[in-house]
């Protein structure tokens, strides 16, 4: 049999990156437990447009937890009170019926608030656009099998690489630092032959990058890894640190 | 240079600074030990030590390694202040694997700042400076015996060791996290190096506190 809860939303609505924001309080009755967080945000606009009030603007894509877009903070929680999902993930059925749900956007200097929760994550592309790749000349291409790989490091670089870099990390830290989704980019890349050759270059640019947007300095909290919906591990960030320094000596 | 202008740079300067003072606690700690073993052992490395000149080079080495910490630790906090942004969350709430001691590293800092001062005052100012100033320095003996005989005292330090308890349980495992010296099948193996370290030291420094205060007691 559906279940189903009345719940109150609060929720940051925020009408440009300039304008003052504040929290609105919103009552939402019956919503079933089977549905998800975002399934509930529809139902919350739809009403909102029926009562020709603008709806909340929240940022959502594939809704299967594979994009990363879904960037809600929610219960002092990035992508809510579940461990290891993404706010798409998110089912209704995690809270209690007559519960105050708290939603905010990402806060973080540099994801700078678009309007109401959906944030500006360009940052992390451009982290990527600075180092996060193989280079590929043009020509005849090897065969990837025809290389040998450890299944350890296979599996190491397969975890690291599933980071959908959503900005969990960045907005979970109280430092305000990018470091899980720059560790889980250069490991991934580093842990395999073809990313190899360029570990210390891209280490060096991805870092130098990180640093220039203005994200902050890791102190090895955890609460980045402890919030990753893909549960990215904090040793990648050892990693990181291990070739950037082994980087800046041999220069 | 990038130990300043990188952010992993300037956490090797606060790592390798913080291990270096990490060293000479060890080092200060195994010294107090002598005193309940042996008074007179205890009197005979106070000479030693004194203001001869490796003593002196040994502080002011010591002096400099502090200053850098404490001075990183205000640059790396403002900048982190800033690059969370201007607006805080409204509801935040605790991750479980997040030991308290790592978000709390500068308050404890500053806690154990104000206990070097007090501690300088109480030791260093009346027999190393006094020293180096060409008047005879108090012994140590007696000025532990004295120091400890008084209750408040003894409370201090009690309250500051807990904090450097705090500080380095993170501190140390997370100066080797900085380094690169760290894996999946390390990460709770040199976590578990860090409580060992942190209560080893921090027993030996307090074992001396309470067992002058007993005996004065007595
Ligand atoms: C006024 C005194 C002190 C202050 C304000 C202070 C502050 C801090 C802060 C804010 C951090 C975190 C920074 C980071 O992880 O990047 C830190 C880390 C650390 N501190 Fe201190 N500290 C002080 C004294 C000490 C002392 C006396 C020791 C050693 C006995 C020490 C050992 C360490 C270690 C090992 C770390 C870890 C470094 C790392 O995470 O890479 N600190 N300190
Ligand atoms: S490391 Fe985890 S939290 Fe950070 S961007 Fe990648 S998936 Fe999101
Ligand atoms: S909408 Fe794609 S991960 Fe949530």
Redesign the interface.
Known sequence: MEKTINITLKVWRQAGPKAKGGFETYKLDNISTDSSFLEMLDVLNEKLINERKEPVVFDHDCREGICGMCSLYINGHPHGPDSAITTCQLHMRKFKDGETITVEPWRSNAFPVIKDLMVDRRAYDKIIQAGGFVSVNTGGVPDANAIPIPKKDADEAMDAASCIGCGACAAACKNGSAMLFVAAKVSQLALLPQGKVEAARRAKAMVAKMDELGFGNCTNTGACAAECPKSVSLSNIARLNREFICAKFKD | M?LF????????VMCVTGASLVLFLLFHASMNLVAIISPEGYDMICEFLGANWYALVGTVGLAGLAVIHILYAFI?SV??Y????????????R?????WA??N?LVLGFIILGGICVHLIHFWAKMQLVEILGAIPENGMELIRYTFSQWYNLAIYLVWFAAIWFHLT?GI??SM????????I??PRIKCISNIFATLIVLMFASVAIYYFVISLI
Request: aromatic content about 12%.
């Open positions: 990038w202008n990188s952010s992993v740079g300037r956490k090797v790396l900048q982190n800033r690059a969370r942004g201007n607006a805080r969350y409204e509801v935040t709430d991750q479980e694997s997040v030991e790592s978000k590293m993170h495992w997370s996290h900085t380094l690169g010296w760290n894996n999946n390390w990460m």
